[in-house]
């Protein structure tokens, strides 16, 4: 009778480590980003911030556009964007709209610090270099 009860006890031993592999294994699938993040503050060119601008995020390829506020420090951030490339438009009462497209990867944390100049909302200043900082690793292991 001892080695039945050995072997029951084998057997609920091995069906509880196959219940932890999948409990880990599943939470590291549901783990895994997918969308990038696009954040940075927006300024004058004195550097002193915009609150309030009015920050747009374009797909290129797919249309869907999803709009954003500059906070009172002038700091704004557009989470869980699909990867692709993106139309940044931003405004601003008393200031020039500026446009820069930029390409996110999958769970990319983009920087895009906007210097606004002072102008009217008609004009348009089209950035074809913004500088985009990369803050975390868009590599997935």
């Not at 915009?50 to 002038?74: L, M, R």
Request: proline share 3%; hydrophobic share 40%; aromatic share 4%.
């Amino acid at each position: 009778m001892h080695a039945t009860g050995s072997r029951k006890l084998k057997k609920i031993l091995a069906a509880l480590s196959v219940i932890v592999f999948s409990l880990s294994v599943a939470s590291s699938i549901h783990s895994q980003v997918t969308g990038a993040t696009l954040s940075g503050i927006i300024s004058d060119s004195s550097g002193g911030v915009i609150p309030g601008a009015q920050i747009s995020v374009s797909n290129t390829a797919t249309g869907i556009s999803q709009n954003f506020q500059a906070d009172s420090a002038g700091y704004y951030t557009a989470p869980n964007l699909a990867p692709g490339t993106y139309e940044v438009k931003i405004t601003a009462d008393g200031f020039n709209t500026v446009v820069s497209t930029m390409t996110l990867a999958v769970g990319a944390q983009q920087q895009l610090n906007v210097p606004m100049k002072v102008g009217t909302a008609t004009e348009t200043v089209k950035v074809t270099a913004a500088t985009q900082i990369e803050l975390t690793s868009s590599t997935l292991t």
